[in-house]
């Protein structure tokens, strides 16, 4: 990991979205006086603006501890950097510590990716074999209260999120505006210590087909998955469908290791762009070797975000997938985490990333070549099957779920598509004989 002039960088991706890291180390000194050093007038005014009304919140708001001076600080520091934007945060101890928690993929929780949408917190996804699948939550589901105190328009992701999270085998009560069907839904999850298992469901299908899904992108994803592909690849498969239906993301880094044994070495997989020409960045493949070449297909939903789309972009800005599914989630902007003292921290909005071909998907999202559109409903009986392999028995599953199994309609489009691929290429092998 470089360093630079006492900064180390590392690219990280919260289950919220792309966050390109940035740990910060300032000396007392400096912390203690940078409130007193501004380089130009205007920033001096403001500053002693803020001061200023600070000073008289503190001799006069009634009740004195409340208008503490550090509380006032953080408050202000608070709202400075949630009015920016739904991603750029001041992260106080605790929150800072999730997010620790967040990138070594355990964490005692019930499994849900949220958003902040329309001021309203917004399920994306849930994670594959954790209470919040299980129970039936579905995407697009808003969270109106959790044990029993209401979540108020424009309340804090990280703060929701806080109050789901606990100690494994605890319970957290949950309820759920629905809009597909107008209603609230009250859950009791049980809290449990949430593995992520980035890859699961590794197999070969029919007509050599191979398919391996990517539940999010984390330290070990690349690694993971690199595995699964070596694997398939000695069983034979001769086409792959990439599965990243509800993948919340992860981190950039796991995502540009992911996409790279498909691309030769140097070759552009994603870039971000700041507000200046100079603060563009690119990430290009730096494996060494010949890049695996065969029939891809990428299932995409609108729980697809972030690094999803980092992978879904790349490949098929190159033309080396077909992506089947429906429009993706959309989260292209890059934040910055810097690591400031007393173990506090801030998230700042820097920068959008882009595909190899210059396109934002910055609440655009992917469109895919093939659309097959699934309702949350469907969407929420798959997760249930899929984590549910054992019960092949038709009449089984439906007494275990009380639902005959769906049909998944966007993994027979992939298949089709692979299928179609396969009899071109037969067809012009036997046209150039």
């Known amino acids: 990991m470089p360093t ?12 919220t979205g792309i966050l390109l890291g940035v740990a910060l180390s300032m000396a007392g000194r400096r912390a203690a006086t940078a409130w007193n050093f501004f380089p130009n007038r205007e920033l001096s005014r403001s500053a002693n603006y803020v001061k200023d009304v600070m000073r008289l919140v503190n001799e006069n708001y009634v009740d004195e501890k409340a208008a503490a001076y550090p509380q006032l600080a953080r408050h202000a520091l608070h709202g400075m950097l949630e009015s920016l934007d739904p991603h750029s945060e001041f992260l106080e101890m605790k929150d800072n510590q999730e997010f620790e928690e967040d990138l070594t993929g355990e964490f005692g929780g ?14 994306v996804a849930t994670l594959a074999g954790t209470p919040s699948e ?10 109106v209260s959790v044990d029993g105190k209401a979540v108020e328009t424009g309340s804090n992701v ?14 957290v009560r949950v309820s759920l505006f629905r ?7 009250h859950l009791t999850l049980v809290r449990e210590v949430i593995k992520i298992e980035s890859v699961r469901g590794m197999r070969a299908l029919e007509d050599g087909i191979g398919y391996v899904q990517l539940t999010e992108f984390s330290d070990h994803t690349a690694g993971q998955f690199r595995h699964a592909l070596a694997d398939l690849l000695k069983q034979g498969i001769r086409s792959l469908i990439l599965d990243l239906r509800n993948n919340p993301g992860g981190l950039l880094e796991a995502a540009v290791e992911v996409a790279e044994p498909f691309f030769r070495r140097n ?3 994603v870039y971000t762009q700041g507000r200046k020409p100079a603060d563009r960045e690119d990430f290009r493949a730096e494996a060494d070797g010949d890049p695996v070449v065969l029939p891809l297909v990428v299932l995409i939903n609108a729980g697809s975000a972030s690094a999803a789309e980092v992978v879904t972009g790349a490949l098929k800005d190159t033309g080396r997938a077909v992506v089947v599914g429906e429009r993706s989630f959309g989260k292209g902007s890059v934040q910055s985490v810097f690591k400031l003292e007393q173990g506090e921290g801030m998230r700042l909005t820097t920068a959008r990333y882009y595909t190899p071909g210059g396109v934002s998907i910055h609440e655009k999202g992917i469109t895919p070549h093939v659309e ?3 309702t949350p409903e469907e969407d929420a009986k798959l997760a249930r099957q899929r984590s549910r392999t054992d019960l092949a028995d ?11 199994p769906v049909v998944d309609r966007q993994m027979e489009a992939a298949v089709a598509v692979l299928k179609g691929v396969r009899l071109l290429g037969e067809r012009a092998a036997g046209q150039t004989r």
């Open 134 to 143: 299980r129970a039936g939550i579905q995407r697009g589901d808003e969270i």
């Open 267 to 269: 070759e552009l997989i």
């Open 372 to 374: 097959v559109v699934m």
């Open 179 to 185: 809009p597909a069907t107008q209603n609230t839904v």
């Open 394 to 404: 038709p009449g089984d599953f439906k007494e275990r779920f009380g639902f005959d």
């Open 110 to 123: 019930v499994g849900l990716q949220v958003e902040t949408r329309q001021n309203r917190i917004v399920v």
């Open 4 to 15: 630079v002039e006492g900064m180390f960088k590392r690219i990280l991706i919260l289950t």
């Open 158 to 171: 990280d703060g929701i999120v806080s109050r789901l999270r606990g100690k494994p085998k605890t319970r």
